[in-house]
């Protein structure tokens, strides 16, 4: 069964630094791209960044560019989303999710997706 | 505000038939066959249910179906269950090389 489990709920302070982790199983984790998207409180669904695990070749959308750091370490089959100093708009839940067609950089559809982390900033 | 319209709400009774839509522009919906279509279940992770406008995923059910018109897709979903009230989420490549997304339509069952 092709899965991908999340780390844990996270609460913040502003400025505070995070790094989150995706962990994928039953497919070829390496081969695969994967996408981090954004769920705001009855918000759509953000597109964040993808990453290809097997060089970790990175792009990310216009409006989370300079924002986060997405990385990955293939030998653990874990990506992860990183922020280097926190803000309360950060609050949201996140979600990693396997890419299943892509053109052109941009992730047109995704299955599975992770439980979700989300992650609270306040002070 | 999204950049793809969805209505807030939809309902339908058991076993009726219902159909979202999604509208963009000219520049995203109208121009890409690449219209997808994710399920979410309160306190669920989004599901992909039809992807290419029309394709569905294996598993999902022929219920469920997918078109396009101009600058609006359109999803319906025929045989209406209990489960599948949901909020119902679509997405669009667009032409400036991103992914918009609707703000979902929240699916009642009656």
């Known amino acids: 069964e092709v899965q991908l489990v999340q780390s844990g709920a996270e609460m913040k302070k502003p400025g505070e630094s995070l790094k989150i982790s995706c962990q994928g199983s039953?497919?070829?984790?390496?081969?695969?791209?994967l996408v981090w998207v954004r769920q705001m409180p009855g918000r759509g669904l953000e597109w964040m960044g993808i990453?290809?695990?097997?060089?970790?070749?990175?792009r990310y959308s216009p409006a989370f560019q300079g924002q986060v750091t997405i990385s990955a370490d293939r030998s653990i089959n874990t990506a992860y989303l990183e922020w280097s100093s926190l803000r309360a708009s950060d609050t949201a839940m996140y979600y990693c999710?396997?890419?299943?067609?892509?053109?052109?950089?941009?992730?047109?559809?995704?299955?599975?997706w992770g439980q979700g982390t989300l992650v609270t900033v306040s002070s | 505000q999204s950049a793809l319209t969805q209505p807030p709400s939809a309902s339908g009774s058991l076993g009726q038939s219902v159909t979202m839509s999604c509208t963009g522009t000219s520049s995203d919906v109208g121009a890409y066959s690449y219209v997808s279509w994710y399920q979410q279940h309160p306190g669920k992770a989004p599901k992909l249910i039809l992807y290419g406008v029309r394709t569905r995923p294996s598993g999902v059910p022929d219920r469920f179906s997918g078109s396009k018109s101009g600058n609006t897709a359109s999803l319906t979903v025929s045989g209406l269950q209990a489960d599948d009230e949901a909020v119902y989420f679509c997405t669009s490549y667009a032409a400036n090389n991103n992914l918009l997304s609707g703000g979902g339509t929240y699916l009642t069952v009656l």
């Open positions: 999710a396997r890419v299943t067609r892509i053109a052109t950089g941009v992730p047109l559809s995704s299955d599975p």
């Open positions: 039953g497919y070829r984790f390496s081969d695969n791209w």
């Open positions: 990453i290809y695990p097997d060089d970790s070749y990175t």
